[in-house]
């Protein structure tokens, strides 16, 4: 679990809210700008991210024992 | 055979006795004798009366139109049924012919049972879906969605399928950023279903996977059965994580299809729906710079557009109204101000003419009582004797008087 680190997931639903925020046009124009400066640095490291991105499997193995 | 071995035992009884048997003695000679003689023996028949008992063994009757024999099978055996018997099934059982002491009747211990002919599994099937209906697995409303960005997917399959490697490909070109547990499993023949419920368990066990695939790729009836049993399908419904259910080929539907929150056509087509398109993200993201970009300038125009709005609004007009009123005002205070001055300094001034005149008048008064006189001609004082005209009018001023002359 990564608490302080912020996922891709994470990153790219906040994406989804900094355009809505910016979209709806009810922010002041400092805040708009802050926004629009996260919203532009999370969409280059989520770019970043999945275009780097390599599959990961992990092999689970069931407790077969229990098997009668 | 054994009888003969045994006979002359059973003989001295016959003697001792005068043939009377106990009824266990009797019975047990049947039971011997019938187990002996028969062996291991298979039947077909319709299943009647089936009885799950709470200690997982089965009871129930095989019987066709004119007969009818008891049927036992121990839980250990009936472990590996891979359906659910239900009355009216027809069935080929494979047993020992036995019997029951405490009862005096014969039975079946059934060891192994099949349903006989492909039509019978279908009829399986069709009776499990509408009992599992009925219960409400398949229920709409209680489907989970399935999330639309997973961080994990599980998969329950077999590790060395085709379709476990369909399924890594897709995740790999969709979204290669997931994480893929999987819990390899045996996905036919004997033990299959419980093998996929325990791994299902397992994988739901954990509470961090994002959703689970069930899948395995195509095949005859016998061998996607293991979906379509009750155990998967309990399981599946029972498992707090959403799964996604991809099982042989499109025209295939297994019960676990049904119980399942999402069914996919295929394995490929299961990694499918539980993956984004990479493409379509990077797409979106592409896309927001020039949006965001667009929307911020727009932002930034609407606000000089406010600004202006304001510049030349009425409430900054006013500001200038007022600014004006009081230079005004100032300017009248400065005036009074001034022209009050002005007004006490001329007040000032004629006051000191008066008394300036005063005292000069003064000065000639005090000459004027010693005996001198003034000559005046035109209203000036004439001082010198050469600036006298005869032909003038004179005024000799006196202390007392002032008098006219010709």
């Given at each position: 679990m990564s608490t302080k680190k912020k996922t891709f997931e994470d990153s790219l639903m906040r994406l989804k809210e900094i355009s809505d925020l910016l979209e709806e046009n009810e922010v002041g124009l400092d805040e708009s700008i802050k926004l629009y400066e996260e919203g532009v640095k999370l969409a280059k490291e989520c770019y970043k991210t999945l275009s780097e991105a390599q599959l990961k499997i992990k092999e689970l193995k069931a407790d077969l024992e229990n098997d009668i | 055979m054994i009888w003969k071995f045994r006979k002359k035992k059973i003989m001295d009884l016959f003697k001792k006795e005068e043939n009377i048997f106990s009824v266990t003695q009797i019975t047990n000679s049947v039971k011997r004798l019938l187990e002996n003689s028969f062996g291991n023996v298979k039947v077909v028949g319709e299943i009647s009366n089936f009885k799950p008992h709470f200690s997982g063994h089965w009871y129930f009757t095989l019987k066709d139109a004119s007969a009818q024999i008891s049927c036992t099978m121990w839980k250990s055996a009936n472990a590996r049924v891979r359906f659910t018997p239900e009355d009216g099934m027809k069935i080929v059982v494979s047993g020992n012919l036995s019997v029951y002491p405490p009862r005096g009747t014969y039975q079946i211990d059934v060891h192994s049972m099949q349903a006989d002919g492909v039509g019978e599994l279908q009829a399986a099937f069709e009776r499990l879906k509408a009992r599992l209906a009925d219960e409400g697995l398949f229920n709409q409303e209680l489907k989970k969605s399935i999330p639309t960005l997973p961080k994990k997917i599980g998969i329950v399959t077999a590790i060395d399928s085709a379709a476990f490697k369909d399924m890594v490909s897709v995740a790999q070109r969709r979204y290669p950023l997931v994480e893929l547990f999987v819990a390899s499993s045996?996905?036919?023949?004997?033990?299959a279903a419980e093998n996929i419920a325990k791994n299902i368990k397992l994988l739901d066990s954990?509470?961090?996977?994002?959703v689970i695939i069930i899948g395995r790729g195509g095949g005859s009836l016998e061998d996607l059965w293991a979906f379509n049993e009750e155990i998967v399908a309990r399981t599946i419904f029972e498992a707090k994580t959403p799964i996604i259910s991809g099982v042989g080929h499109e025209i295939d539907f297994t019960i676990a299809d049904f119980v399942a929150d999402l069914r996919a056509p295929t394995p490929t087509a299961s990694m499918e729906l539980a993956t984004p398109n990479k493409d379509d993200i990077l797409n979106y993201l592409e896309n927001y710079f020039e949006e965001s970009t667009s929307i911020i300038n727009s932002i930034i125009s609407s606000f000089k557009d406010k600004i202006s709005d304001l510049i030349i609004s009425y409430g900054f007009k006013s500001h200038n109204h007022i600014l004006n009123n009081n230079i005004q005002n100032l300017d009248n205070y400065l005036f009074r101000i001034e022209n009050g001055l002005n007004n006490k300094i001329q007040k000032k001034m004629n006051e000191l003419e008066i008394k300036s005149n005063i005292i000069n008048s003064f000065n000639i008064d005090n000459i004027l009582k010693r005996g001198f006189s003034l000559v005046k001609q035109d209203n000036a004082v004439?001082?010198?004797?050469?600036?006298?005209?005869?032909d003038k009018k004179t005024k000799i001023k006196f202390y007392d008087k002032e008098i006219e002359i010709k």
């Amino acid at each position: 679990m990564s608490t302080k680190k912020k996922t891709f997931e994470d990153s790219l639903m906040r994406l989804k809210e900094i355009s809505d925020l910016l979209e709806e046009n009810e922010v002041g124009l400092d805040e708009s700008i802050k926004l629009y400066e996260e919203g532009v640095k999370l969409a280059k490291e989520c770019y970043k991210t999945l275009s780097e991105a390599q599959l990961k499997i992990k092999e689970l193995k069931a407790d077969l024992e229990n098997d009668i | 055979m054994i009888w003969k071995f045994r006979k002359k035992k059973i003989m001295d009884l016959f003697k001792k006795e005068e043939n009377i048997f106990s009824v266990t003695q009797i019975t047990n000679s049947v039971k011997r004798l019938l187990e002996n003689s028969f062996g291991n023996v298979k039947v077909v028949g319709e299943i009647s009366n089936f009885k799950p008992h709470f200690s997982g063994h089965w009871y129930f009757t095989l019987k066709d139109a004119s007969a009818q024999i008891s049927c036992t099978m121990w839980k250990s055996a009936n472990a590996r049924v891979r359906f659910t018997p239900e009355d009216g099934m027809k069935i080929v059982v494979s047993g020992n012919l036995s019997v029951y002491p405490p009862r005096g009747t014969y039975q079946i211990d059934v060891h192994s049972m099949q349903a006989d002919g492909v039509g019978e599994l279908q009829a399986a099937f069709e009776r499990l879906k509408a009992r599992l209906a009925d219960e409400g697995l398949f229920n709409q409303e209680l489907k989970k969605s399935i999330p639309t960005l997973p961080k994990k997917i599980g998969i329950v399959t077999a590790i060395d399928s085709a379709a476990f490697k369909d399924m890594v490909s897709v995740a790999q070109r969709r979204y290669p950023l997931v994480e893929l547990f999987v819990a390899s499993s045996r996905v036919q023949g004997e033990g299959a279903a419980e093998n996929i419920a325990k791994n299902i368990k397992l994988l739901d066990s954990r509470g961090d996977l994002d959703v689970i695939i069930i899948g395995r790729g195509g095949g005859s009836l016998e061998d996607l059965w293991a979906f379509n049993e009750e155990i998967v399908a309990r399981t599946i419904f029972e498992a707090k994580t959403p799964i996604i259910s991809g099982v042989g080929h499109e025209i295939d539907f297994t019960i676990a299809d049904f119980v399942a929150d999402l069914r996919a056509p295929t394995p490929t087509a299961s990694m499918e729906l539980a993956t984004p398109n990479k493409d379509d993200i990077l797409n979106y993201l592409e896309n927001y710079f020039e949006e965001s970009t667009s929307i911020i300038n727009s932002i930034i125009s609407s606000f000089k557009d406010k600004i202006s709005d304001l510049i030349i609004s009425y409430g900054f007009k006013s500001h200038n109204h007022i600014l004006n009123n009081n230079i005004q005002n100032l300017d009248n205070y400065l005036f009074r101000i001034e022209n009050g001055l002005n007004n006490k300094i001329q007040k000032k001034m004629n006051e000191l003419e008066i008394k300036s005149n005063i005292i000069n008048s003064f000065n000639i008064d005090n000459i004027l009582k010693r005996g001198f006189s003034l000559v005046k001609q035109d209203n000036a004082v004439i001082s010198r004797g050469e600036n006298f005209d005869f032909d003038k009018k004179t005024k000799i001023k006196f202390y007392d008087k002032e008098i006219e002359i010709k």
